[in-house]
Nanobody, 126 residues
């Protein structure tokens, strides 16, 4: 079964850090661009950061630029999202998605229909 599993979320104070992981099972991430998306209560899902399969190019939403870093370890079949200087407005359920033949910029602004994984909850609160 092809699956992406998100983990690493939690409760953190403003200014804190978390590292999310997106692990693939049943297939190799090598040839896929991977994106992190988030959905806050009452809001539409939005693209946060995306990373290409080939040249390592990345894209970040303006709201997270300079605070979040996306990376991938193909040997571990995992993509990470390092989140620093977290703000209350980063509170959301975070999901990852795989896609092919797409630029990172296009991927992060694409509204994907269909099913998603269970996501991982990030709550930033004092």
């Amino acid at each position: 079964q092809l699956q992406l599993v998100e983990s690493g979320g939690g409760l953190v104070q403003p200014g804190g850090s978390l590292r999310l992981s997106c692990a693939a099972s049943g297939f190799s991430l090598d040839h896929y661009a991977i994106g992190w998306f988030r959905q806050a209560p009452g809001k539409e899902r939005e693209g946060v950061s995306c990373i290409s399969s080939s040249d390592g190019s990345t894209y970040y939403a303006d709201s997270v630029k300079g605070r979040f870093t996306i990376s991938r370890n193909n040997a571990k079949n995992t993509v990470y999202l390092q989140m620093n200087s977290l703000k209350p407005e980063d509170t959301a359920v975070y999901y990852c998605r795989a896609d092919t033949l797409i630029t990172v910029q296009a991927m992060c602004v694409t509204y994907y229909f269909g099913s998603w994984g269970q996501g991982t909850q990030v709550t930033v609160s004092s």
